[in-house]
């Protein structure tokens, strides 16, 4: 069993940075994949970023590439999500998620039923 813990939300204006974070605590390593995941009112959630515990390696949606940044502190058990150029098309609630086993190289990385363990979410509003 894993549990997860999302914080750093918060409201920022366009082209601000924000820092999330997902503290993991249980057994962590039955998890080897960490997930962002975020939804706006009205729409499905959807798919952000993903890392591996044991390498980083890392996966991002196309719509965050290049302004979003994923990684990992093993550590401390905790995901972080570094976003950049915020946009209000980011606005949405964030939440943290665990896959039981790997699903990288798999199309169950960026789907909601590949992930075994979710964060209650953290609200981010981008405001112009």
């Known amino acids: 069993q894993v549990q997860l813990v999302e914080s750093g939300g918060g409201l920022v204006q366009t082209e601000d940075s924000l820092r999330l974070s997902c503290a993991a605590s249980?057994?962590?390593?039955?998890?080897?994949?960490m997930g962002w995941f975020r939804q706006a009112p009205g729409k499905e959630r959807e798919f952000v970023a993903a890392v591996t515990w044991s390498g980083g390696s890392t996966y991002y949606a196309a719509s965050v590439k290049g302004r979003f940044t994923i990684s990992r502190d093993n550590a401390k058990n905790t995901v972080y999500l570094q976003m950049n150029s915020l946009k209000p098309e980011d606005t949405a609630v964030y939440y943290c998620a665990a896959a039981r086993s790997s699903v990288f190289g798999s199309p169950y990385l960026k789907q909601i039923r590949g992930y075994d363990y979710w964060g209650q979410g953290t609200q981010v509003t981008v405001s112009s």
């Open positions: 249980g057994r962590t390593f039955s998890s080897a994949v």
